[in-house]
């Protein structure tokens, strides 16, 4: 199995700065990407960021200019690097990883208040 652990979540202010990080650790096969997903409350899981194997990187129109997808391959993480943060970016986070299977991280809270 593979388990995924998200950090770095938290509250802060509009206009504020967080950096989500999540390691993978387990029995991880030849990664084909990594990515954040977020649930605000009573909204359906979206996509926020995801980086490829290749190094591709897909952003949500709503962050793009604002986050930015970083992964360090040696180490299996991923990090998200969010600046700019609006109420509207308030959603528990989750780490996501493909390698043929995929694995969910546990979430972490992001709570941005105006």
């Known amino acids: 199995q593979v388990q995924l652990v998200e950090s770095g979540g938290g509250l802060v202010q509009a206009g504020g700065s967080l950096r989500l990080s999540c390691a993978a650790s387990?029995?991880?096969?030849?990664?084909?990407?990594m990515g954040w997903y977020r649930q605000a409350p009573g909204k359906q899981r979206e996509l926020v960021a995801v980086?490829?194997?290749?190094?591709?990187?897909n952003y949500a129109d709503s962050v793009k200019g604002r986050f930015t997808i970083s992964v360090d391959n040696a180490k299996n993480t991923v990090d998200l690097q969010m600046n700019s943060l609006k109420p509207e970016d308030t959603a528990v986070y989750y780490c996501?990883?493909?390698?043929?299977?995929?694995?969910w991280g546990q979430g972490t809270l992001v709570t941005v208040s105006s």
């Open positions: 996501h990883l493909r390698d043929g299977r995929e694995f």
């Open positions: 387990g029995s991880i096969l030849s990664i084909n990407a």
């Open positions: 980086i490829t194997r290749w190094r591709t990187t």
